[in-house]
C-alpha cells in the first residue's frame, strides 16, 4: 500500500520532488520558474514564464496520462497558470514528453504523483462532431466548431481585414496588417488575375482575398465557406464596398459546387487541412473539373513533417481546436495534385512566415484577455492562446510547415499560358 500524505508540508515536498525529477536538465531555467500554490519556488530562476501550480493535485492530473492532451487540460481549466512570455513553456514540455525515460525512473515519478491528495471535477469542453469522417455534413460541424466562436473574439487578435491564415513578411519587422495584405497581394500576383476573369476562393475566411481581387485587379469574385458567422460578415462587407455584382459568398462546401470550367483561377488558403488523406484526390478533382483551360490553382495549406506522418496526432488540437483536422506531407499533396490531373508549377515553404504571424496573433491576444473573456469565456482564451503559442513553436522547430503550391490545368496540347520567369511574382503594381 503506497503512504498516505496528510501534512502540507509532506505535499509541498512532494510536488518539489516530481517537478525537479521532470524537469531535471532541461533548458529555460534561468528565464522560468515553477511556482507552488503557496507561493513557493521549486524549479527555475527566472520570472519571464512563471508556471504556478494552483493546487496540490494539479500535477496529478496534468501527468495523469502523460502526453500532450492531460498538459493541456490542467492549463485550460486552471489547475496551472502560465504568466509571461508562454513562449518559453515548450522546450520544457518536449523535455517532458521526448525523453528517454528509463523505467525505473518512471516507476517513482508514478509512486510520487500516486501519493498526490485530492482530485479535479473537470467538465470537459471537447468538440463534438458525428458522422462519416470527412462527409460534407461533418465537415460542416468541424468547420463550425472552430470558426463559429464569434466574429468579434477572432478580431481581437487579427489583423484589420480578419485574415486567418500566414502572412508574408518581407522583413521580420512588418506590421501584421502589412504582413496580411502583402500575402493576399502575392496570392494574386502568382494566380496572375486579370480583369473580367472568373475567380473562386473555397474556404474564404472573412472575405479579404475575394474582396482585394475583386477591387484591385477586376476580377468577378465568388468565395464559399461553411462558416454561418463568415458568411454574414462577408456579405455585409461585400456591401459596403459596393462590390455586388462582382463579389459573392456562398454557404456551401467545394463539394457542392456544380460549375464544370467556369472559373479562370482558384485559390484556395487554409482549408485544405480540413480535407483529410481520404478526400485529397477529390479535393484535387473538384477544383480541376471547376477550372478551365490554362486556369490556375493555388493551394495554400499547413503541411506535416515527413518524419511526423503517421504518427499520433495531437490530442488537444483534436479535441479542442481542430476536430477531424489532417495535414498531409507535401509529397503526397503534390502526388494527389498531380494524380487529378494537374501540372505543378511552383511549390514555395513560407513556414518562418506562419511562426511570425502566430507570435503576432498571441499577443494580441494576450493584450485583450479581458475582452476575449467577456465574448468567448475564460476556457476558450486558455485554448486559443495554448493552440496557437504551441503552433508557433511547432513551425519554429519544422515539426509542420506551410506551403503554396501553384498548379495549373494545362490544355490538351500541353500549353500552360505561364511565363518563362518568376518575374511577375516581385513586381508590384
Not at 502560465?82 to 513553456?89: Q, T
Not at 472575405?207 to 462558416?227: E, P, R
Not at 486559443?384 to 513553436?393: D, G, H, I
Request: charged residues 30%; hydrophobic residues 35%; aromatic residues 12%.
Amino acid at each position: 500500500m503506497t503512504k498516505e500524505v496528510c501534512s502540507e508540508r509532506e505535499v509541498e515536498e512532494l510536488n518539489r520532488e516530481i517537478v525537479n525529477r521532470l524537469l531535471k536538465g532541461a533548458p529555460g531555467e534561468e528565464e522560468t520558474s515553477v511556482i507552488l500554490w503557496n507561493n513557493k519556488r521549486v524549479w527555475g530562476k527566472g520570472d519571464k514564464l512563471k508556471i504556478r501550480i494552483k493546487t496540490p493535485w494539479s500535477l496529478k492530473e496534468a501527468l495523469k496520462q502523460f502526453n500532450d492532451l492531460s498538459l493541456a487540460e490542467s492549463y485550460i481549466y486552471g489547475l496551472i497558470d502560465l504568466e509571461g512570455d508562454i513562449f518559453l513553456l515548450f522546450p520544457l514540455v518536449d523535455w517532458i514528453l521526448q525523453r528517454r525515460w528509463p523505467l525505473s525512473e518512471k516507476v517513482k515519478l508514478w509512486r510520487l504523483i500516486r501519493r498526490l491528495p485530492g482530485e479535479a471535477q473537470i467538465k470537459r469542453c471537447w468538440a463534438e462532431v458525428d458522422g462519416e469522417l470527412h462527409s460534407i455534413e461533418r465537415d460542416r460541424q468541424a468547420i463550425q466548431y472552430h470558426y463559429d466562436v464569434s466574429n468579434d473574439f477572432y478580431r481581437l487578435f487579427l489583423d484589420r481585414n480578419m485574415v486567418y491564415s500566414c502572412g508574408y513578411f518581407r522583413t521580420p519587422h512588418d506590421s501584421l496588417d502589412r504582413a496580411q495584405e502583402q500575402k493576399i497581394d502575392y496570392i494574386c500576383r502568382k494566380l496572375m488575375l486579370k480583369p473580367g476573369e472568373r475567380f473562386l476562393d473555397i474556404g474564404c475566411g472573412w472575405g479579404a482575398l475575394i474582396i482585394h481581387a475583386a477591387k484591385k485587379y477586376g476580377v468577378y469574385a465568388l468565395g464559399i465557406t461553411l462558416s454561418e458567422n463568415q458568411y454574414r460578415y462577408v456579405k455585409e462587407r461585400i456591401k459596403e464596398e459596393g462590390l455586388e455584382g462582382r463579389c459573392e459568398v456562398l454557404l456551401a462546401d467545394y463539394r457542392e459546387l456544380n460549375e464544370p470550367e467556369s472559373f479562370d483561377k482558384i485559390a484556395s488558403v487554409g482549408m485544405f487541412e480540413h480535407v483529410g488523406q481520404k478526400r485529397a484526390l477529390t479535393y484535387f478533382k473538384q477544383a480541376y473539373n471547376l477550372l478551365k483551360e490554362k486556369g490556375i490553382f493555388l493551394n495554400h495549406a499547413i503541411s506535416c513533417n515527413y518524419h511526423e506522418f503517421g504518427k499520433p496526432a495531437s490530442q488537444f488540437i483534436r479535441k479542442y481546436v481542430f476536430p477531424d483536422g489532417e495535414l498531409l506531407p507535401i509529397y503526397l499533396t503534390v502526388e494527389k495534385a498531380e494524380e487529378a490531373g494537374f501540372e505543378v508549377r511552383d511549390v514555395e515553404c513560407l513556414r518562418e512566415h506562419y511562426t511570425l504571424t502566430l507570435m503576432h496573433w498571441v499577443r494580441n491576444l494576450e493584450r485583450n484577455y479581458k475582452k476575449a473573456v467577456e465574448i468567448a469565456g475564460e476556457e476558450r482564451y486558455r485554448i486559443w492562446r495554448l493552440y496557437m503559442a504551441s503552433s508557433a513553436y511547432q513551425f519554429l522547430t519544422n515539426r509542420i510547415g506551410l506551403y503554396q503550391t501553384l498548379l495549373v490545368k494545362t490544355a490538351k496540347d500541353g500549353s500552360s499560358g505561364f511565363p518563362l520567369t518568376r518575374e511577375h511574382l516581385y513586381r508590384e503594381g
